[in-house]
């Protein structure tokens, strides 16, 4: 007998361009697939954790939409970062409360990166805010994160879309959402901040000042560097575009989701014969919330 396929779903980093991932759900939705595993890096491992969570793809984007300056972030105490993430962390706990890893419905591993050893961190085990907190410290913007004995920035320094841990813990097959895939540098655009506050001031020497935008495109590059391996038979990779869409764009939510819903439609047959139809089989119910769709979805 054939062994029960793994289903993994990997949510690559990107900021405000996370807003993809929910547009990705909403699609999926409609083939009652739930993953076995959850992978992500930033934004993608705070997504992934909120559906692992049960929380709605709907809420997801209120809660994306909720990043914007004044309601996400606030002035540091030190000089390690343009704001804290106090803010963000009252946040986080309003969405999902103060859960352990374990209390998870769905393994989640996010990743983060260790800045004194060089190196990528998992962490699946714990106090899942810090956590999120550690995977989405965007160098520079928010604060480093202490936990473990090791001190840890954004994931996507060093893993952006991380389906090589997602195979690593078991998946067979694997779908990846990357959000690398915007405008270049210098391309025509024009940022918004919220205005009024200290922290919208600092945000917005990003429009201002050309060396922090460079900052911020160099993270981009960096980070785009992650997804260059090649899918197998088993996997989707799904690159959303996301145009002008910048890291800190949260005020285009919308925008994003499209772009996830039409990176989803556009490999939609691709979908349904790579992991709709081996995960639909019978020795993989646990995959379809407890029922079969309908049976015009598979058509």
Do not use: C
């Not at 600092?202 to 201002?208: A, F, M, T």
């Not at 949260?250 to 790579?274: K, L, N, P």
């Amino acid at each position: 007998m054939n062994k029960r396929p793994i289903f993994g779903m990997v949510f690559g980093g990107g900021g405000a361009r996370g807003s993809a991932h929910v547009g990705v759900l909403l699609q999926l939705e409609r083939y009652g697939l739930r993953p076995d595993i959850i992978v992500g890096t930033s934004i993608g491992g705070i997504v992934g954790t909120m559906f692992s969570a049960g929380i709605d793809p709907d809420d997801i984007a209120d809660f994306i939409e909720a990043l914007r300056i004044t309601r996400a972030f606030s002035v540091p105490r030190g000089f390690n970062s343009i704001t804290s993430n106090k803010k963000l962390e009252r946040l986080l706990v309003s969405f999902l409360g103060r859960p352990q890893f374990s209390d998870l419905p769905i393994p989640v591993t996010v990743v983060a990166t260790d800045i004194v050893n060089r190196s990528t961190y998992l962490l699946n085990k714990g106090d899942v805010i810090s956590a999120l907190l550690a995977t989405s410290a965007l160098p520079g913007l928010l604060p480093t994160v202490k936990r473990d004995g090791r001190i840890l920035v954004d994931g996507g320094v060093t893993n952006n879309a991380p389906v090589g841990i997602a195979r690593d813990q078991g998946a067979t097959h694997i779908l990846a959402t990357d959000l690398s895939n915007s405008a270049p540098f210098g391309a025509a655009y024009a940022p918004r901040t919220e205005a009024g506050s200290m922290v919208d001031r600092s945000i917005g020497l990003v429009s201002r000042y050309p060396t922090i935008a460079v900052l911020l495109n160099v993270l981009d590059t960096v980070m785009a560097q992650a997804l260059r391996q090649p899918e197998t038979e088993n996997d989707i990779f799904l690159r959303p575009k996301l145009g002008t869409i910048g890291l800190l764009d949260f005020h285009r939510v919308q925008e994003g989701i499209e772009a996830g819903r039409m990176a989803f439609h556009d490999r939609d047959s691709d979908i349904r014969a790579r992991l709709v139809s081996p995960l639909k089989t019978p020795y993989a119910p646990d995959l379809l919330n407890g029922s079969t769709p309908h049976a015009d979805t598979w058509n």
